[in-house]
């Protein structure tokens, strides 16, 4: 049975960076897709960025495209989000997330169907 759990954030000033870490237990051998979402206040959860476990093949939205870097070290089974030059607007709740029925991350940014980590706060302070 796949559980992910979140490590990282806290509070970072703006033009800052962090590292955000989700462990992966109960993998298939075919892989995962390993998505990053992150939820504002008052905001609907919008999904950032996505890895492929097998090929290591990335994914991001545009907002963080050039800031964030999802990266995976499979001796430690972990999914890394590294966020730099941190805006205020990405002060959220940030999950990392799965579809164990998929090997694939077509579809990544829905937010229906997922298996959820618990989440780890991220706040930019200017």
């Known amino acids: 049975q796949v559980q992910l759990v979140e490590s990282g954030g806290g509070s970072v000033q703006a033009g800052g960076s962090t590292r955000l870490a989700c462990v992966v237990s109960g993998s298939p051998s075919s892989g995962l897709c390993i998505a990053w979402f992150r939820q504002a206040p008052g905001k609907e959860r919008e999904g950032v960025a996505a890895i492929l476990t097998r090929n290591n093949g990335t994914l991001y939205v545009d907002s963080v495209k050039g800031r964030f870097t999802v990266s995976q070290d499979n001796t430690k089974n972990t999914v890394y989000l590294h966020l730099n030059n941190l805006k205020s607007d990405d002060t959220a709740m940030y999950y990392c997330?799965?579809?164990?029925?998929?090997?694939?991350?077509?579809?990544?940014?829905?937010?229906?169907?997922?298996?959820w980590g618990q989440g780890t706060q991220v706040t930019v302070s200017s």
């Open positions: 997330a799965t579809d164990p029925r998929r090997a694939w991350c077509a579809g990544w940014l829905r937010t229906t169907g997922y298996l």
